[in-house]
């Protein structure tokens, strides 16, 4: 078959209705060395009334050999006007197995050569991580490999800098089990390793949340924690963890406007301990 000229346009950065004329423009004059010309408008929610309004004009008496794809995140923000006129096809987020075996696909090819170190349970992570998104994935997927060949959970973890779930654990259970000197040492620990405190809280609340979901559903897909800690994850089978989470909700509320976060983070999980 005859190819096709693809022309992307970037509508969050063209969103005005002189924009819309020069690509109504092109659209009219016939490619040179291609039977159709394709127009990808990305972000379409950021075109204006009156940008939408001349695109509709042309929807009416579209250009015979011209296709328009509008790619949008935001598809209630398109007027009915211009959905009634075009085909819609909603993507849905990729299967975790989907990404997997991309990921795995992509390493088998740049990495296993260069003797790198591939574990399936750091390309689990990554999955989680990206949250259905094939892009993102390959995107993380890149920067861990500029860290290190070796694609341990480990070096995701730090290259990343996302959560550290051994130590997720081991604070959770400082809390659960009343230990609050180790729970305050732990706090000490993260405030003078220079981390921010409210981070951490928010990345222990959404921990703490999954640990929930985990007990609920056991599905290990649902959660963003890795499936190697499957063993710590069924320690809280049955444990009822809905009052720390509520306390841990409000202090994330409470900690927003807080200057000095540390006092209040070892006021409240300290009585939350106690009890």
């Known amino acids: 078959g005859k190819k096709s000229e693809i022309i992307e346009i970037d509508a969050a950065s063209n969103s005005g209705v002189d924009d819309v004329r020069e690509v109504i423009k092109q659209a009219q004059s016939k490619s040179l060395d291609s039977?159709?010309?394709?127009?990808?408008?990305?972000?379409?929610?950021?075109?204006?009334?009156?940008?939408?309004?001349?695109?509709?004009?042309?929807?009416?008496?579209?250009?015979?050999?011209?296709?328009?794809?509008?790619?949008?995140?935001?598809?209630?923000?398109?007027?009915?006007?211009?959905?009634?006129?075009?085909?819609?096809?909603?993507?849905?987020?990729?299967?975790?197995?989907?990404?997997?075996?991309?990921?795995?696909?992509?390493?088998?090819?740049?990495?296993?050569g260069e003797d790198g170190l591939v574990r399936l349970e750091a390309l689990e992570y990554l999955c989680k991580i990206a949250d259905g998104g094939m892009r993102d994935a390959i995107t993380l997927l890149d920067k861990c490999l500029a860290y290190s060949k070796d694609l341990t959970l480990k070096n995701v973890i730090k290259a990343l800098g996302t959560v550290d779930y051994a130590e997720m654990f081991e604070f959770l259970k400082f809390i659960v089990s009343g230990q609050s000197a180790f729970m305050l040492k732990k706090i000490s620990d993260v405030y003078y390793s220079g981390k921010d405190?409210?981070?951490?809280?928010?990345?222990?609340?959404?921990?703490?949340?999954?640990?929930?979901?985990?007990?609920?559903?056991?599905?290990?897909?649902?959660?963003?924690?890795?499936?190697?800690?499957?063993?710590?994850?069924?320690?809280?089978?049955?444990?009822?963890?809905s009052d720390i989470l509520a306390v841990l909700v409000k202090l994330n509320s409470e900690l927003k406007w807080e200057t000095s976060p540390k006092s209040l983070i070892e006021a409240t999980l300290l009585l939350e301990a106690i009890e």
Not at 43 to 53: G, K, Y
Not at 210 to 230: C, G, K, N, W
Request: charged residues 30%.
């Open 197 to 241: 405190l409210k981070l951490f809280i928010k990345q222990f609340t959404n921990f703490v949340l999954d640990v929930i979901v985990y007990d609920i559903t056991e599905s290990p897909e649902l959660v963003q924690i890795p499936s190697m800690y499957a063993d710590e994850l069924r320690e809280y089978k049955g444990t009822k963890l």
């Open 35 to 112: 039977e159709y010309k394709i127009f990808i408008i990305d972000e379409t929610h950021s075109l204006s009334n009156t940008a939408w309004q001349a695109f509709l004009k042309l929807l009416e008496e579209p250009p015979a050999k011209s296709i328009f794809i509008f790619a949008t995140t935001d598809p209630q923000k398109i007027p009915k006007t211009i959905l009634s006129r075009v085909q819609r096809y909603d993507f849905s987020r990729i299967s975790q197995k989907g990404i997997v075996d991309r990921l795995r696909y992509i390493c088998d090819r740049e990495v296993t």
